[in-house]
């Protein structure tokens, strides 16, 4: 959609806000929630707080809105068993003003998200995605803008790439355009013609690069003259108030402070911009226990969800399998274990002579392996998405064209075949398949998910593989069913220590 075009289309809503002592405005805003309904295993979080939170603020300040800067929903229980109803239904329980969307708002397709979102009341921005070819058309706005006595804010939501990141089939019909080349324009319309004061942009881009090149929140600050602050998420970063992240110059040496709380809504941002002079005062509030008590008084609330959360808890109570040890998401021997377990699995299920080797990707992991007793939940909440295993046919340069993509994001999972080394510049120097330098003319049988088959995570070299066999089970369901096995065999999960990608 040309930006013109975009400001033709549609009409922002404007609030008119009684102008009593209207001198500053107060932002609370969230990020990454990912289906964090209730607190999370170390005690933080919950929306039930998040709700107390927000109240506080709200008498404590005339002018106050709530946004959220995108993915909700996924990364637990809640959303695999119930699909989003519990989180989007929650957005307008705790009153939030206004939202934008993320990358897992997708993950369920884009019918999903539309029969989750039509219902929920809170503002709808959406500045760089053209959802005019899809069900969603007409349900976001490009922009926004309120009034606060005579000062005008603008609000304006970016959001990532879908290529790469989301899976084609999810977005059929929806275009997109890059941050750089919209964000600012859009707020320069804003002040010029629409005559905002301010400028605020809900971004769902991240703190840091998606993909090398890509543009992040600080990038597009930089090269800012309209954007006064920025609300961020996506990368999962806590930017530290009065940190050397929370402040970048624009082109004019203007300072604009960028905001993120991380994930899973362990804290919320608070944005105190001063009406008059246009200075910006960013917090963060720690959400734990001391919020329990102010909570209590939401038993509404509370009630509603109950229902949902003995779902969960059954879940995550019945007992599977057990594990040797802890193991992190983020380190080799559960990204080992995920890759060589599920060469087991597509060796067991797919009848093909030879599956050569395994690569899946370290994000589709979302939880940590606990140490002992291993329930169904931790399954489901670790491998939640909705992709299936498949084997493709590739050559051997295919497969370094896919290891060399792999190394530009500091290793991924590969099986137990598998050695590579890489360089600085995250370029492969040394690739192995069985102790051999892999041949770019031979052909290998490659076990993976349909996710990165059809190009996710930037895997373009697996687009065109031939096919040699494609479940018809989630993935999830097919590792719960391994445990299980494992369990009743009398063995425990456990993965191997060894860096397979190695940075040299």
């Not at 009409?11 to 001198?23: K, R, S």
């Not at 170390?42 to 109240?55: E, K, M, P, S, T």
């Not at 019909?173 to 004061?197: F, H, N, R, S």
């Amino acid at each position: 959609m040309k930006l013109k075009n975009l400001f033709m289309a549609a009409m922002a809503t404007v609030a008119i806000v009684p102008a009593a002592n209207a001198e500053h405005l107060v932002i609370c805003g969230t990020n990454d929630v990912h289906s964090q309904v209730d607190p999370a295993s170390d005690g933080q979080g919950g929306v039930l707080r998040h709700r107390a939170i927000f109240d506080k603020v709200r008498s404590e300040n005339k002018n106050v809105l709530v946004v959220s800067a995108g993915d909700v929903v996924q990364g637990n229980v809640y959303f695999s068993l119930y699909g989003g109803a519990v989180e989007y239904a929650a957005l307008d329980s705790l009153g939030y003003d206004i939202i934008i969307m993320g990358n897992h708002e997708f993950d369920n397709n884009l019918d999903s998200t539309y029969y989750f979102y039509k219902d929920v009341k809170a503002e709808k921005v959406c500045t760089n995605l053209d959802l005019s070819r899809t069900k969603m058309a007409g349900l976001f706005m490009p922009y926004t803008t309120r009034l606060y006595g005579d000062k005008r804010v603008g609000f304006i939501g970016i959001n990532v790439s879908p290529v790469g990141l989301i899976s084609e089939k999810n977005y059929k019909g929806m275009t997109w355009i890059e941050a750089d080349k919209i964000a600012d324009p859009t707020a320069k319309y804003l002040k010029e013609v629409q005559k905002c004061d301010y400028v605020v942009m809900i971004s769902h881009i991240g703190y840091i690069p998606d993909a090398p090149g890509m543009p992040c929140d600080p990038s597009v600050a930089r090269n800012s003259r309209y954007i006064d602050f920025i609300v961020g998420g996506h990368s999962h970063t806590v930017v530290e108030p009065g940190s050397e992240e929370n402040v970048v110059k624009n082109l004019d040496g203007k300072p604009v402070v960028i905001g993120q709380t991380g994930r899973w809504g362990k804290v919320v941002s608070k944005y105190d911009l001063d009406l008059e002079t246009g200075k910006v005062t960013y917090d963060l509030i720690p959400v734990d226990s001391r919020w329990d008590e102010a909570a209590k008084k939401y038993t509404a609330m509370d009630n509603w969800i109950k229902p949902y959360r003995h779902g969960v808890d059954s879940l995550m109570t019945f007992p599977v399998a057990h594990s040797a040890r802890k193991m992190k998401k983020s380190k080799a021997p559960l990204q080992n274990w995920t890759a060589d377990a599920s060469l087991d699995i597509i060796r067991q299920i797919s009848g093909i002579d030879h599956v050569d080797l395994c690569i899946m990707n370290k994000g589709g992991i979302r939880i940590d392996m606990p140490e002992g007793v291993i329930s169904e939940g931790v399954i489901s909440s670790m491998f939640p998405f909705d992709n299936r295993y498949i084997v493709i046919e590739v050559t051997g340069q295919q497969l370094l064209d896919a290891l060399n993509v792999m190394a530009k994001r500091d290793g991924d999972c590969v099986s137990d075949e598998i050695r590579a080394a890489y360089n600085d510049k995250g370029d492969i120097t040394q690739a192995k398949f069985n102790g051999r330098k892999i041949d770019p003319k031979k052909i290998y049988n490659v076990a993976t998910i349909d996710y990165l088959a059809n190009g996710g995570d930037h895997m373009d070299s697996f687009k065109d593989a031939k096919r040699l066999f494609v479940d018809d089970v989630k993935y999830g369901i097919r590792v719960l069913k391994y445990v299980k096995d494992l369990e009743a065999a009398g063995k425990m999960i456990n993965g191997k220590n060894e860096e397979r990608m190695v940075k040299k």
